[in-house]
Structures are given as structure tokens and as C-alpha cells.
């Protein structure tokens, strides 16, 4: 069979696209983060999201998530499947929790820390499971760097403002920068009676 030589160009680029993107399917922002990132499950349902920080199975959480006492809390993963958390510590002007997995075998995977906040209009990643909307990966822009205490959740929290819109759900989830480094959780969005302000 014999191709024209638009023919033969087209079938040379699908190809050449089709085995780049198999080539670089790993290396995407979202296959490098998301073996790292949890759901919080309190009492069996669905409250938050979450992130691994150290081979040992150390969770960081926002406190909100796991406040109410006599819950049982568990992590939910694409990759790990369903283990209980033990909550270690919580700093609550930061609305932030320290949770632990169970000991395993070879460790877990992990996201390192950013050196610093990324500047201001840089287009940063939260990674959470808003509405129970499953492990998804949501943009936003760096609003402002410098930190203020805002009043959330009957006391003064340490924050800075981040553009976008995070859904009930994604509290506790990782903000990254492009590179897949950790620099802030989420704890919170503006909010109005009219809804989500675009502000978190």
C-alpha cells in the first residue's frame, strides 16, 4: 500500500507524538506528586486531603480536618490503598496537624520541601479531592507572599493569599511550585455569602 507523502507525514507525527507522550507520561507534575498526596478520611468519610512528607509516613494535614475528637482518622491512596493515621501534633495558628502512618516496609513516597514561597503571579498546584472530586490537580497564582493573621474557625490564623478556587474537601492538600516542591497546605478560602471568592 502506498501513502501519499501528506500521508506518511501525518502517520510520522502521530507516531512521534503518541511515543513523546508515552516517554514523558512520568514525568508529568501530576504522576510526580499525586503517589504522595492522601485523602483524610474522619470516621470513615471523606473530610480532606492531605500529604506525605518523610519516608517514615509523617502526614500533614490541616488541623480543621482532623479536630473532632473521638473520630477515627484513616489515609485514602491512589497507590497505597486505605491505612490508619495516628495524630502526632497540631499547631493550630497555623491550622496545621501532624499525623503518622503505620511502619512500611521500604518507606513512602515523599515531596520535598521549596526553599521558599514562590513570587508573586507565579502559577503554583494544589493537589486535593474537593466534593469528593478524586485527586485532583487545581491551579492557582501567588497573590502575595508576606503572611498575616486572618480569623478563621473562632481564632487568628497564619496565612498568605494564594488565587483560585479550592472546593471544601482540599483543605490539608499540598500547594507546590512546577517543580513539585512543597511551600504551603491549604487551610482555607474567601468566602461571602455569595459563594467562593477566588481567594484562598
Known amino acids: 500500500m502506498k501513502f501519499s507523502s501528506r500521508q506518511t507525514l501525518y502517520i510520522f507525527l502521530i507516531t512521534f507524538l503518541y511515543s513523546t507522550n508515552l516517554g514523558h507520561a512520568k514525568d508529568d507534575l501530576y504522576s510526580k506528586i499525586s503517589p504522595s498526596c492522601l485523602e483524610i478520611l474522619v470516621g470513615g468519610r471523606l ?24 473520630k477515627k482518622f ?6 497505597l490503598g486505605r491505612l490508619p493515621l495516628r495524630l502526632i501534633a497540631s499547631n493550630r495558628g ?12 521500604g518507606g513512602y513516597p515523599t515531596l520535598p520541601f521549596a526553599e521558599k514561597i514562590p513570587v508573586e503571579g507565579t502559577r503554583v498546584f494544589l493537589m486535593g479531592s474537593p466534593i469528593f472530586r478524586h485527586n485532583l490537580l487545581l491551579q492557582g497564582t501567588i497573590a502575595r507572599r508576606t503572611e498575616s493573621y486572618s480569623w478563621y ?17 482540599t483543605s490539608g492538600g499540598p500547594w507546590v511550585n512546577n517543580q513539585g516542591e512543597i511551600f504551603a497546605i491549604q487551610v ?3 468566602t461571602t455569602e455569595n459563594g467562593h471568592q477566588g481567594v484562598n
Open 47 to 70: 473530610d480532606g486531603s492531605g500529604v506525605i512528607l518523610d519516608k517514615k509516613g509523617f502526614v500533614m494535614t490541616a488541623f480543621h480536618v482532623v479536630k473532632k475528637k473521638g
Open 74 to 79: 484513616e489515609a485514602l491512596s491512589q497507590t
Open 94 to 105: 497555623s491550622d496545621l496537624a501532624l499525623l503518622s502512618l503505620p511502619e512500611r516496609k
Open 153 to 169: 474557625h473562632g481564632a487568628f490564623t497564619n496565612t498568605f493569599p494564594i488565587t483560585g478556587i479550592a472546593a471544601p474537601g
Open 188 to 190: 482555607a478560602g474567601v
